[in-house]
């Protein structure tokens, strides 16, 4: 079955410096790669997603680079500030393709201190 | 995106006894999920709650312990049998919106078990 791999676990960066955070996954079948933000106590959010057929996707200071050959995945934070701290999760689909069944990294605790 | 609601929010409850977590979704989706977070980790899909019929169970999950009903596409349970402190987690609700096929979690509900 699938895995995804998520690095690093911790991650503190200057304010107004760029955060990156790495998945690799397993199964070449899977095709959709969204990317969640959780802070302290409340519900994951979505922040970006990206499907396969598409090598990268950008919304304001945040992007996702996929490589399929590698099989991995990148979330790149721009200009951060600190209510960007929190824990961020990569996950693939598993099965093939359903966009609800996912496999999710183990996250990344981003700390942006001012 | 669709509006997701979850009851409880929060319960404490004795070992033995069981649970149902009600999740309501403010307009008709295909596709419905639960999800645990246990304190501390990533996110785990329990199950696919499909509607009028039996729910899809990922591996390490039974249906005996979980029990999952959809009567309609806009409402499920997940009921959490037979308690043990090891079920101690944060249940999710999560769906597929139909126009954006990307997946969406509930608040959550916070079970502890003593």
Excluded at chain 1, 38 to 63: H, M, T
């Amino acid at each position: 079955g699938e895995n995804v791999e998520q690095h690093p676990s911790t991650l503190s960066v200057q304010e107004g410096d760029s955060a990156v955070i790495k998945c690799t996954y397993s199964d070449s079948a899977s095709n959709y790669f969204p990317w969640y933000k959780q802070e302290l106590g409340k519900r994951p959010q979505l922040i970006i997603d990206i499907r396969s057929n598409v090598g990268e996707k950008k919304d304001q200071r945040i992007a996702v680079t996929l490589n399929k050959t590698a099989k991995h995945f990148s979330l790149h934070i721009t200009e951060t500030q600190p209510e960007d701290s929190a824990v961020y999760f990569c996950a693939a689909s598993s099965h093939g393709g359903s966009q609800g069944n996912l496999i999710f990294g183990k996250g990344t605790k981003l700390s942006v201190k001012p | 995106s669709a509006v997701i609601s979850q009851k409880p929010s929060r319960d404490i409850c004795q070992r033995g006894t069981s649970l149902t977590i009600q999740c309501q979704v403010d307009s008709q989706v295909t596709m419905m999920f639960w999800y645990r977070q246990q304190p501390g980790q990533s996110l785990t899909l329990i199950a696919t709650a499909n509607q009028g019929s039996e729910a899809t169970y990922e591996s390490g999950f039974v249906i005996d312990k979980f029990p999952i009903s959809r009567p309609n596409l806009t409402f499920s349970t997940l009921t959490v049998s037979n308690m043990s402190p090891e079920d101690s987690s944060i249940y999710l609700c999560s769906v597929v919106t139909d126009h954006t096929w990307s997946l969406f979690f509930g608040p959550g509900t916070r079970l502890t078990v003593l």
